[in-house]
T-cell receptor, first 114, second 111 residues
């Protein structure tokens, strides 16, 4: 079975631009979470979606938005990019959205903002 | 702020030794804990999950959880050079059951 897939794998943007990152969860998984990982740190939670509804949002500005589609795939959008948005963006999927649910990570999208 | 703290490392152990990785958490509402391994330039991959106090063993890996002390650990027995990676501890809490990660411990297993 295919794991979590993300596209694109790498992206270079300039300050002020916007970016859309895409994620397809493991087949049968209904929950998708997005994390940002800057170099040398652990991943930081951005959003979680379950059954197309936003279940939670981390401490990120309104420039960050996301949505989940009927097929459970998801998009993360970032507007007005800043240099500090340069990071590895990780998508994780889980069957449901409970405490015991294991989240499986995709390969990530590496974003560089110049 | 809910935090997960890991022993900062880096940690070096000789091949065949036991590597001990430690983690403490501040949110008593955290119910589940996960250890992920991350190779340089790659995404995190799950090693183990643990939900109840005590030990959980899976092959060369043993996770330990002590909710009273708010402490989680991972032991790697018979360490191999292929175990060299950054190990991330995460707790699940909050309305979205989101993962809160520590900053990771870099482990190097010397041949």
């Amino acid at each position: 079975d295919a794991g979590v897939t993300q596209s694109p794998t790498h992206l270079i943007k300039t300050r002020g631009q916007h970016v859309t990152l895409r994620c397809s969860p493991i087949s049968g998984h209904k929950s998708v979470s997005w994390y940002q990982q800057v170099l040398g740190q652990g991943p930081q939670f951005i959003f979680q979606y379950y059954e197309k509804e936003e279940r939670g949002r981390g401490n990120f500005p309104d420039r960050f938005s996301a949505r989940q589609f009927p097929n459970y795939s998801s998009e993360l959008n970032v507007n007005a990019l800043l240099l500090g948005d340069s990071a590895l963006y990780l998508c994780a999927s889980s069957l449901e959205a409970g405490y015991a649910e294991t989240q499986y990570f995709g390969p990530g999208t590496r974003l560089l903002v110049l | 702020q809910k935090e997960v703290e890991q022993n900062s490392g880096p940690l070096s152990v000789p091949e065949g030794a036991i590597a001990s990785l430690n983690c403490t958490y501040s949110d008593r509402g955290s119910q589940s804990f996960f250890w992920y391994r991350q190779y340089s330039g790659k995404s995190p991959e799950l090693i183990m999950s643990i939900y109840s106090n005590g030990d959980k063993e899976d092959g060369r890996f043993t996770a330990q959880l002590n909710k009273a002390s708010q402490y989680v650990s991972l032991l790697i027995r018979d360490s191999q050079p292929s175990d060299s990676a950054t190990y991330l501890c995460a707790g699940s809490s909050g309305s979205a059951r989101q993962l809160t990660f520590g900053s990771g411990t870099q482990l190097t297993v010397l041949p």
